[in-house]
């Protein structure tokens, strides 16, 4: 269960109810920022429990914005392997360097975990039309997990 408590603005810090649709702060303009009660989180999650859950970021519910799992558009993203970058480690001296390898996420890019999320969310808060400005990977991400959700879509690419 999503321990979501409020939108807050990442530049002037108001805050907005979490449940409503909002795009930009209207105070700025700025993006708005998902906080969580990770208090509660902290009291309640241990690593036995991540252990023995689902092998996608779906695991990490508690600190996700989806409140209902009926919600969670998934096209199997996330949980990608970290591969251990022992050259590269060397060189910047630097002993235990992996990279994680967000490629092999559904759309072929990490942005696919942030797209999964937010037509997931949008979905819950009743959209059921999109639109993003991309220079390619966030436009393939969002088409494929509004297709996913029923949306209809819209990309402008520069
Ligand atoms: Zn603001």
Redesign the pocket.
């Given at each position: 269960m999503s321990a979501l408590t409020h939108l807050e603005?990442s530049?002037?810090?108001?805050e907005y109810e979490a449940d409503e649709l909002h795009t930009l702060?209207p105070?700025?303009?700025?993006p708005l920022l998902a906080r969580y009660n990770l208090k509660r989180v902290g009291e309640e999650w241990s690593r036995e429990d991540l252990a023995v859950r689902v092998a996608s970021l779906w695991r990490y519910q508690e600190v996700l914005p989806v409140r209902h799992e009926e919600n969670a558009i998934s096209l199997g993203e996330g949980y990608t392997p970290l591969l251990r970058a022992e050259r590269l480690g060397r060189k910047l001296k630097m002993r235990n360097l992996f990279i994680k390898d967000g490629s092999l996420n559904p759309t072929g890019s990490f942005k696919a975990r942030g797209l999964c999320m937010a037509i997931s969310r949008a979905k819950e808060l009743g959209v059921s039309e999109v639109v993003i400005p991309s220079a390619g990977n966030a436009a393939g991400a969002m088409a494929a997990y509004a297709a996913k959700a029923g949306m209809k879509a819209h990309v402008f690419m520069p």
């Amino acid at each position: 269960m999503s321990a979501l408590t409020h939108l807050e603005c990442s530049f002037c810090e108001k805050e907005y109810e979490a449940d409503e649709l909002h795009t930009l702060c209207p105070a700025c303009g700025k993006p708005l920022l998902a906080r969580y009660n990770l208090k509660r989180v902290g009291e309640e999650w241990s690593r036995e429990d991540l252990a023995v859950r689902v092998a996608s970021l779906w695991r990490y519910q508690e600190v996700l914005p989806v409140r209902h799992e009926e919600n969670a558009i998934s096209l199997g993203e996330g949980y990608t392997p970290l591969l251990r970058a022992e050259r590269l480690g060397r060189k910047l001296k630097m002993r235990n360097l992996f990279i994680k390898d967000g490629s092999l996420n559904p759309t072929g890019s990490f942005k696919a975990r942030g797209l999964c999320m937010a037509i997931s969310r949008a979905k819950e808060l009743g959209v059921s039309e999109v639109v993003i400005p991309s220079a390619g990977n966030a436009a393939g991400a969002m088409a494929a997990y509004a297709a996913k959700a029923g949306m209809k879509a819209h990309v402008f690419m520069p």
